[in-house]
Nanobody
Framework: QVQLVESGGGSVQAGGSLKLSCVAS?????MGWFRQAPGKQREGVAL??????????QYIDPVKGRFTIAKDIVKNTLYLQMTSLKPEDTAMYYC???????????????????WGQGTQVTISS
């Protein structure tokens, strides 16, 4: 059972930045960040996996150019650097991981076996 522990959430004004971290208890092949705002469905935000030593990333359109996902393989730690934050980024953010290869429909979340407890991100206008 892989344990995931997120940290780094908080409250900032629009235009600000936050960096989320997720420490995994062991190595996982596929990792991603999801978020869920009140009254809305959970959505995939960013994905990372390594192929031949290169980190391959994917982002949903609303965060492209503003968010950066990264993974420290040695530390088994996943990061999400968020910049130019907007009020619509307000949500609970979750780290997700799986020991299998990433699925093409990763953004649906069903392909991930392990989830963190979440960290709240609140952006004020």
């Amino acid at each position: 059972q892989v344990q995931l522990v997120e940290s780094g959430g908080g409250s900032v004004q629009a235009g600000g930045s936050l960096k989320l971290s997720c420490v995994a208890s062991e190595y996982t092949l596929c990792m991603g960040w999801f978020r869920q705002a009140p009254g809305k469905q959970r959505e995939g935000v960013a994905l990372i996996y390594h192929l031949f030593g290169n980190g391959i990333t994917q982002y949903i359109d609303p965060v492209k150019g503003r968010f950066t996902i990264a993974k420290d393989i040695v530390k088994n730690t996943l990061y999400l650097q968020m910049t130019s934050l907007k009020p619509e980024d307000t949500a609970m953010y979750y780290c997700a991981a799986d020991q299998r290869s990433c699925s093409p429909d990763w953004y649906r979340g069903a392909a991930f076996s392990y989830w963190g407890q979440g960290t709240q991100v609140t952006i004020s206008s």
